[in-house]
């Protein structure tokens, strides 16, 4: 049975659940309840049972709960957490150079395996090399890659994510403000910090 994801925001309970359960079973918890997983997780519990039920391998026992270590497995299946996925980042400024040092990536299943930007430098404690924006198509031909991380100025982000889908990009991370139109069926995702602290202004 495959499970599909609907929604940016189903995903992003998933990937809660995941974090939350690998620190239960780090810290040897070996059941928990929908309604103390629910609660850690900061979310309903019919929501979480909501979410969980068509997981193969997630079924919880009545008066008992959820097996911590199965349902890790199984939610880590379903998110692709036991597969690698190779990474390029387009944009090596001061923000693309933090992100080939964060090693949170790695540890999710994702490595940058390779920037891009016009002006190429050496990114210190980095095995990450950073090519010149000349050298993408030839990478690419090379490579079976089909994420990218695009952190260029928003003048040049439509001209760049048009090349990465020429190339054969089909997961695009847009890290700039411009919006951007793709064909089907790739697919983005855009992360605006502005916008993210505009709204947590307006909370009241």
């Known amino acids: 049975m495959v499970v599909v994801v ?7 309970r ?8 690998s620190r239960l079973d780090r810290q040897g918890v070996s059941v928990i309840s929908s309604h103390n997983l629910s609660a850690i997780c900061k979310v309903g519990a ?3 049972r909501k979410d969980l039920m068509p997981i193969p391998g997630a079924s919880g026992k009545q008066s008992v709960g959820y097996s ?3 349902l890790l497995v199984s939610l880590q299946h379903m998110m692709h ?17 933090a992100l ?10 994702f490595k940058i395996i390779a920037a891009f930007d016009l002006h190429p430098t050496i990114i210190e404690n980095s095995e990450v090399t950073v090519y010149g924006m000349d050298a993408l198509e ?7 890659v089909k994420f990218a991380i695009l952190a260029v100025p928003e003048s040049a982000a439509k001209n760049v994510a048009d090349q990465l889908v020429r190339l054969g990009i089909n997961r695009l991370l847009n890290l700039t403000p411009a919006l ?3 064909p089907d069926p790739v697919k983005v995702s855009n992360v605006n910090l502005v916008y993210e602290m505009e709204y947590l202004r307006r909370q009241s």
């Open 81 to 97: 957490r036991d597969q690698n996925d190779e990474v390029i980042l387009v944009g090596v400024g001061s923000f693309g150079a």
């Open 180 to 182: 951007l139109n793709v």
């Open 138 to 144: 030839s990478f690419l031909c090379g490579h079976e």
């Open 68 to 70: 911590v270590k199965s």
């Open 14 to 21: 998933y990937l809660t659940y995941i974090n939350m359960l």
């Open 46 to 48: 019919s929501q979480l």
């Open 100 to 109: 080939i040092k964060y090693r949170g990536f790695e540890a999710n299943g």
């Open 6 to 12: 609907e929604s940016k925001q189903l995903a992003f």
